[in-house]
């Protein structure tokens, strides 16, 4: 059952299945890359106007599931608008910037979004524009990222699948062997 906050902007509703805070793992492979599996932390918030925000932190794993090292954080804010078209303006750590559009699947929770616009630090990596698809299913967050550079045409390059977040406060138990950043990792 998804949650719909009595303070959501009513624009927002579409895009309540998001909200929240979810965790869990995946893997990454992109050629000129290291392949790995990495962990991943995605947060949806609101503050009543008529954007989500957006907060992405993923770390590399090693072999026994442990982190290993940080991988990508990204940071933004998303929109819907009547049509069920979505907005989306993203910051990556690598020094991008991107406007993605797409729109809100008819009768399910699944997104595709196009990179519509790039802006690259003369220090960030090399790249092109992406997809993504995320997809609410069974409680779970889904998403598959795709990714072209000028040397690598569009392929997928990260997928995750992400469960909500447990909230520390709603625990039964001893609160001292909470992680570090005070939220469960699932693995």
Do not use: C
């Amino acid at each position: 059952m998804i949650e719909i906050p009595s303070d959501l902007n009513p624009s927002l509703v579409p895009l309540a299945f998001l909200l929240g805070t979810w965790q869990g793992a995946g893997v990454a492979d992109f050629p000129g890359d290291e392949a790995s599996n990495f962990g991943q932390q995605v947060t949806f918030s609101h503050d009543g106007r008529d954007f989500l925000e957006y907060t992405a932190r993923s770390w590399r794993l090693d072999e026994a599931g442990e982190r290993k090292a940080p991988l990508e954080t990204e940071h933004g804010f998303w929109r819907i608008d009547a049509e069920r078209r979505i907005e989306a303006v993203l910051v990556r750590d690598q020094g991008v910037v991107e406007v993605w559009y797409g729109e809100l699947a008819d009768g399910k929770p699944q997104i595709d979004l196009a990179t519509d616009a790039i802006a690259r630090t003369q220090a960030s990596p090399p790249y092109a524009g992406g997809k993504r698809l995320y997809g609410y299913v069974n409680g779970d967050l889904m998403w598959v990222g795709e990714k072209a550079t000028p040397e690598v045409p569009l392929r997928p390059y990260m997928s995750a699948q992400l469960k909500k977040a447990v909230d520390p406060r709603e625990w039964i138990g001893d609160l001292k062997d909470l992680p570090d950043d005070g939220i469960a990792f699932f693995k």
